[in-house]
């Protein structure tokens, strides 16, 4: 009421020719801007494809790194992590010329250090890089390195995606053919800071036959191709739980839903991974089931799934 009234007592002040005029010249200048419109749409189109070609961040690889594999979910809770630790032992396993790193991008809730059975902090190099830890013959970084196990990261978003960086560029890898970057839930900052400053050479979704799960996996999916990362395929986790008495089986998250996505997205399944307490068991103990127990069946399911990987992937640069 108060803003009214005030607009009321100014157009009251003025002459009855100055409101004219007034009126009169919003009305030329909208005729003006209609006449003009298409033209300045054109314009307008064309500088901000400009601003937006300058303002995009120019992907640069990883030095001495070869092949990056992003290892990615929807949803938290899937088994993410659990697959990318194992199919990265898996990676070296199944070729011992090649060597593999393995890259905690989830600086909130970082797991890999306890996988790997990994502690301490990083040395630096002569060139000021930190050096990764290593165990099981895979180089490692992860915050979880940088702060105290217990300290919880409180950063808003400029801060992880200066963390992301660091973790990328400021890390003496050596010679890598693979980079396994086990990506935090979601389709955030970070998916997007690693997808559009590194050439991912391909990305794994993980996924449980859940419908809730599959609903997120499938954002996930979606978003690499729109960032024009190769989705190499779909892991489906969790997929059967067998009963160590009796041998029945039960889908507990349900049965063949990550399938049926793949169809729905024509993408490939690259392997299923049973519901085992053995792979909680060893992760929690730091001894990943690839490295620990490499003659189960569930050990075999990563290597078979590393191989479908590789198969997939293009011909390194020399």
């Not at 003006?32 to 189109?45: A, E, V």
């Not at 919880?152 to 990328?168: D, N, Q, Y």
């Amino acid at each position: 009421m108060v803003v009214r009234a005030w607009c009321w007592a100014l157009c009251a002040r003025l002459r009855p020719g100055a409101l004219r005029r007034l009126h009169g010249l919003g009305s030329a200048t909208f005729s003006s801007r209609s006449l003009s419109s298409s033209t300045n749409d054109g314009f307008l189109k064309e500088k901000r494809a400009q601003i937006m070609s300058r303002g995009l961040p120019k992907q640069k690889p990883i030095e001495g790194v070869k092949q990056v594999l992003v290892f990615a979910s929807g949803k938290g809770g899937v088994g993410k992590s659990t697959t990318a630790v194992n199919v990265a032992l898996a990676l070296a396993a199944c070729d011992s010329t090649k060597a593999v790193g393995l890259l905690d991008a989830d600086v909130y809730g970082p797991s890999i250090p306890k996988m790997m059975n990994l502690k301490g902090n990083p040395e630096l190099s002569p060139k000021n890089l930190m050096r990764p830890l290593k165990n099981y013959g895979i180089a490692c970084m992860s915050m979880g390195f940088l702060v105290e196990e217990t300290a919880p990261v409180v950063w808003r978003g400029l801060m992880v995606m200066s963390a992301i960086e660091k973790l990328l560029r400021q890390v003496d890898w050596g010679q890598l053919d693979y980079l396994v970057i086990d990506m935090p839930p979601g389709t955030g900052d970070v998916q997007l800071s690693v997808s559009q400053n590194v050439p991912v050479t391909g990305a794994v979704i993980v996924s449980t036959p859940q419908d809730i799960a599959l609903l997120d996996a499938r954002k996930g999916a979606e978003m690499f191709r729109k960032v024009h990362v190769p989705v190499l395929g779909l892991v489906q986790n969790m997929s059967v739980f067998q009963c160590p008495k009796c041998k029945h089986e039960t889908h507990i998250f349900g049965a063949d839903g990550v399938r049926d996505l793949a169809k729905t997205l024509g993408l490939d399944v690259l392997g299923d991974i049973p519901l085992h307490v053995n792979i909680r068991e060893t992760c929690d103990a730091g001894q990943p089931i690839v490295i620990s127990q490499p003659q189960s069946d569930t050990a075999k399911a990563y290597l078979r799934i590393a191989t479908e990987i590789v198969r997939r992937l293009p011909t390194p640069p020399a």
